[in-house]
């Protein structure tokens, strides 16, 4: 078995749609009621990948209740990207995913030919011309039974690129203010209390007191928690299941079916596994020459396929924005915390920091590509709530920051690979200066094989020994 036949099945499978049951989401039983906006405060360990699908299509029926009676159709509309304008750039986001969702029989029965039309029928407020009981939410409530369900992932992205506008004075604006001032989120709220939409927004957990701006009712509230292992190994199952081009693996027990319980093993911590983390992993996958538990052994294991990842998407950056992988890893090691190094995090600078640090002439494009990649994010500016907008001069410097604090391990281990030997002398410094005695200072220094190796390096310029001579 292959990598390439691995690629080519998670390719042809990422265009599957994605059924509410995907989602977690289920039926209200008998007599309660669906809240509103269903708000879901994502946990840094459990952030949703920015690689999601584009689109989800419509579920012919959402559990049971205690009866046993089907439970409420629900239209998924999933939006995980937010350029443009704040209300017309939300409003082309919102039309694009529902152009997908609805599929061409229910487009045409709606009497929707083009993408403009569903602009001006789906939330007509924005764009105006058409009656309001006549939009095609309602539409869809009346005439088809199926309850439009806008879901806002990476909400975050949103407030952060209109920050100035939710964030005034250190204080986030209130659901009131929005519906003044973005006709987009006032149509939104009507609908939201007329029960014809239903929205779920996921935001992380740092920055969850952001969603206060659209509360525009009482809200359920959810943490997303890590997931089962059971779950991840339906995942790969249903990636390198066959389709209708024939079998995505073959003969899956010369290697594959050993190195997936493997995989699932390793990922397992505590009897959960880290969303994140299996998906550095599954992507890692793609590289390695076979698959099966030997040649991942040999690429480093768990470790490996992750430091991998962090170096093919240090290698799109390069190639998109120019420079060398030494400075995009460098600018990366910035964003690391490694004050506690059995513990390593992530932590925030500015671009202008990061400039400085990288000396990279593409650099907002190299941050773009990382940031496509989903190695790193966008933050709220440092220091951002302690004074007023118009007091701060720094105010809209972006700062960055590791889309996860579980990167930063996998970002030593990729610079650790690129420059290991002066990752060497780093670390074993470190240990020499921590030890408690004379045994521990003694385990620290340089073997006599070590110090031979670094000979070659050091003639090559790749070790630079300040601050490492007199140890």
Known sequence: MTRRQFASGWLRNRSAPVTLQDL????APSGEKIPGPAALSSARESSVPRTGPSGARHAPALGADSNGQPGPRLLPVYVNAYPGDWQDGLAAQLASAAWYVLGDELREQLGVATLDDLRRQLLPAPVGGVDADASLIRRLRNEHGLTTLFIFDQFDDYQLTHRARFLRDGRWISPATLE?????????????AARNLHCL??????LFVGVNAVRFEQAETRSLKRVQPAFVTALLEQLVGADGEGAVIAHPEAGWDA?????????????WVLPIQARSVFKGLIKLPYLSTGAYERRGGIDGLEARYIEDAVRAAVSAAGGSEGQALKLLLHLVDETDPD????????QCELGAASESRGLTRLLGVLRQEGV?????????????????PDAREPAWTLYHDYLARPILTAHRRADRWQRLLVDRLRAFNRAADWRGRWRALLS???????????????VRWAGFRLW
Not at 24 to 27: Q, T
């Open 376 to 392: 790193i994010r966008r933050q709220v500016g440092i220091g951002d709530g302690a004074a007023p907008e118009h007091q701060r």
């Open 24 to 27: 977690g989401l289920r039926a």
């Open 448 to 462: 006599p094989l070590e110090q031979l190796r670094l000979i070659w390096p050091t003639l090559r310029g790749r």
């Open 180 to 192: 003044g001032e973005n006709a987009l989120w006032r149509v939104v709220a009507v609908e939201l």
């Open 343 to 350: 513990l390593p995090k992530a932590r925030a600078r500015r």
């Open 259 to 271: 190195l997936k319980e493997r995989l699932i093993g390793d990922l397992t911590v505590q009897g």
């Open 201 to 206: 927004v996921i935001i992380r957990r740092e």
